[in-house]
């Protein structure tokens, strides 16, 4: 039997009846839970599928952690420890500089444009601050964004107003 449910009396209930009612209470209570997207779903997702690099340096300013496409844009081998000016063309107190002006309560961000050292890639660089319970840095994410295609048009359309052979309507028309 079933136990007695709001004073009613129990009722007699076969085992495949009990198993029945067990797997409905089951789905019941985790319905909501069946399809939630959990942190670990979305990490891993953004390190193997975003077209996009995403690099985590540590309080000492050393990269810990790139997904797949950071490695392959930056060429990055998987041994080494780097830093952000052994990345980017820029000078280590510079690296240190960008570190030390990123917004401890990630207000706002700076986005810097630096060059790659293995491609000459023009990048777009944001950082965010990950605190620890002390607010003191744990670690900084890096977004970088590739602007190679937009600077490319931003050329052809400079090189497009300043050349005296285009009439109006083709400048129009850019």
Known sequence: TVFPLFNRPS????????????????IISTKYNMFSISIQNISSYIYKYVNSAVLAFDNQHQLVMINDFGKMFLNVDDNKQYTLSELFEISKEDSEKIFANVPLDNTHSNDYRLVTHTNNTICSLRFTVINDIFDTPYCYICFIYDLTKEEAMLDEVNRAKNSPEINLAEKTKQ
């Not at 009722?11 to 089951?26: D, K, M």
């Open 11 to 26: 009722f007699p209930s076969s085992s495949y009846g009990s198993f029945l009612a067990l797997i409905t209470i089951w």
